[in-house]
């Protein structure tokens, strides 16, 4: 029907669109900055993987397993580290991401250094388009509800959110958690797909390559998250052709993109999609030195 | 077994102080963590090779061709990939940095290949032994560039006019500009001793360990940063005290406790400071106003 190749492609994309669409809800939405999503992946796909084969678990418990292990590590990592904003909590992500895979390298039973191998393929197109779109669906649940409300509040003033009686920190926390356990998810599809596992596939490139795709789709958009996902995996693909030149022009399509259009292909006008621009945090500085002066 | 642990913890973090101040110095002024830093620091160490293997240029000229060399990349650098940006959100800046970085590498990659270099030691091996310390010509000779040109980066900072200039944009841009400060002229400074620093870092990490390959930036341009981190980013004491400290711990939780851990100590110790001192061991916390 399809080429082993274009399947592999096509099942990649989907795997990206559920990391980027999660990782959506933390970046894009609540405006908290982590770089460290892939180890949420490496999680589910390592307890996922694990759960397979020492018990031989239906998949489909194993999948749940590995997601809901990566979800609780993202509800433990983020209850400390969101009281941090901005580049700390970038920091502090990208921290926890990278003790995670140290961890990873280092332990029996996740194979070490030489990685999880032997894992049964259970992973199935139909498994894939199915899990994407269910994790669409509830991702795009989750924004348009209640809570969705309050993480786009966070996300465009903290503490004005706080004053209307959001309780920020819960629901820093719940987004970060329910990021996880999609990113959880991916994780487990990956490690059945691939069948082999290593810590260096989950590391910080890999959570780079994440948050690119929700940069350049357009931050705080479901649309975008997907395109960016299929364009940045489709991309390398298509430059396959001139293999040594395929990550240069992938570099320079990154600066070339932002320099065009800041706010990716889907956003928002710059100034409503997270986080302050230099220039607006310096003249908020300067009103309210102004302000002082007056008083 | 202590002193000597301490001793290579202190020339490791020499080495991650000069790569922190490229960091610490552009967050000081505009905001952005620069993920390009460890490329430029792999042209720096690709430069000096190239210098010192094909062309026999004596050791300490090439080194300081290869800060000049390092200081361009990072001027253009900012130039194509940076300044364009400077009014857009920082996320923007901040993935134009990763494509750049992505860049930089995958351009080195294709112009030198993916083995690795060797870069010999232009001196002599010699060893200095005590009862409690054994150092080489070598290692005395990596610390003393580093502390001369931290001790030369501060008297810059602290006494000339364009020091000066600097201090003034880190504290805030506008009104420094308003001041009559040219403020991009001065970026293009920041980002050219930036460069040239890591540059420094780059060269002596390629004698030290007597390789040097395009992906070698990654790890230590890491490490710098979250040396920065440790110090409070945008002070320059603190970035210079972040490196050692991280240096230190790296070392002796690799001899202590176990070496496949040495790098999650680092990122351990990175996050206790950001929970407990999230402005650093330098930076006095900002309350935010509303």
């Keep these: ?295 | 077994m202590f002193v000597q642990q301490l001793v290579n913890g202190i020339i490791l973090g020499s080495i991650y102080s000069l790569i922190a101040l490229g960091y610490t110095m552009v967050y000081g002024i505009i905001m952005l963590i620069n993920f390009a830093h460890g490329e430029i620091y792999m042209f720096g160490a690709f430069a000096g090779m190239i210098l010192v293997v094909f062309y026999d240029v004596p050791f300490f000229l090439a080194f300081l061709l290869a800060m000049a060399f390092a200081g361009l990349v990072g001027l253009t650098l900012e130039y194509l990939a940076y300044r364009p940006l400077r009014r857009s959100t920082r996320l923007a800046a901040l993935i134009s940095a990763i494509g750049a970085s992505i860049f930089l590498q995958n351009l080195a990659l294709l112009i030198m290949g993916a083995r690795p270099y060797t870069f010999p030691s232009p001196f002599t091996p010699r060893v200095y032994q005590s009862t409690l310390l054994t150092i080489s010509k070598l290692e005395i000779i990596i610390l003393a560039i580093s502390f001369l040109l931290m001790i030369g980066l501060t008297f810059f900072i602290q006494k000339t006019k364009i020091g000066k200039a600097m201090r003034a944009a880190a504290q805030d841009i506008d009104t420094a500009s308003l001041m009559g400060v040219n403020v991009n002229q001065i970026i293009s400074i920041t980002f050219l001793i930036g460069s040239a620093l890591g540059a420094a870092a780059g060269v002596m990490v390629g004698i030290y360990f007597r390789t040097v390959t395009p992906t070698m930036g990654l790890m230590p341009g890491l490490k710098g940063f979250v040396a920065a981190v440790l110090g409070g980013i945008g002070r320059i004491p603190g970035a210079m005290l972040g490196g050692l400290l991280l240096g230190i711990a790296e070392v002796m939780a690799a001899a202590y406790i176990s070496s496949q851990y040495r790098d999650a100590a680092a990122f351990a110790i990175l996050i206790l400071v950001l929970l407990f001192k999230p402005a650093g061991l330098v930076g006095s916390a900002i309350q935010e106003k509303v």
């Design chain 1, 1 to 295: 029907m399809i080429s082993a190749y274009y399947l592999q492609i096509i099942i990649l994309v989907g795997i990206n669109i559920i990391m980027a669409s999660s990782l959506n809800l933390v970046v894009g939405y609540t405006g908290q900055l982590s770089i460290g999503h892939a180890a949420f992946m490496s999680l589910g796909a390592y307890v996922s993987a694990i759960v397979t084969l020492q018990t031989g678990l239906p998949f489909i418990v194993s999948l749940l397993l590995g997601a809901a292990v990566a979800g609780l590590f993202g509800i433990l990592i983020g209850i400390p580290t969101l009281r941090l904003k901005g580049d700390y909590l970038a920091i502090a992500t990208l921290g926890f991401g990278e003790i995670i895979r140290i961890i990873f390298l280092n332990l029996k039973i996740t194979g070490g250094a030489v990685g999880l191998r032997g894992i049964p393929k259970e992973t199935t197109l139909l498994w894939v388009i199915g899990v994407t779109l269910l994790s669409l669906f509830v991702l795009q649940r989750i924004i348009n509800s209640r809570v969705g409300r309050a993480l786009i509040a966070i996300r465009e003033d903290e503490t004005a959110a706080e004053s209307m009686g959001i309780n920020t920190t819960y629901y820093k926390t719940l987004a970060f958690g329910v990021g996880a356990f999609f990113a959880g998810l991916g994780g487990g599809l990956f490690a059945h797909y691939f069948r082999y596992i290593h810590p260096n596939v989950f590391g910080f490139m890999r959570s780079i390559e994440q948050l690119c795709m929700v940069v350049l789709g357009g931050l705080g958009n479901m649309w975008g998250a997907i395109i960016g996902a299929t364009a940045l995996t489709a991309i390398p693909e298509l430059l396959r052709a001139g293999a040594e030149y395929r990550l240069l022009v992938y570099g320079a399509i990154l600066v070339l993109m932002m320099r065009a259009r800041p706010q990716g292909l889907l956003g928002e006008s710059i100034g409503q999609t997270g986080g302050r621009s230099l220039k607006r945090r310096k003249t908020l500085f300067t009103k309210i030195k102004l302000f002082r002066r007056n008083k």
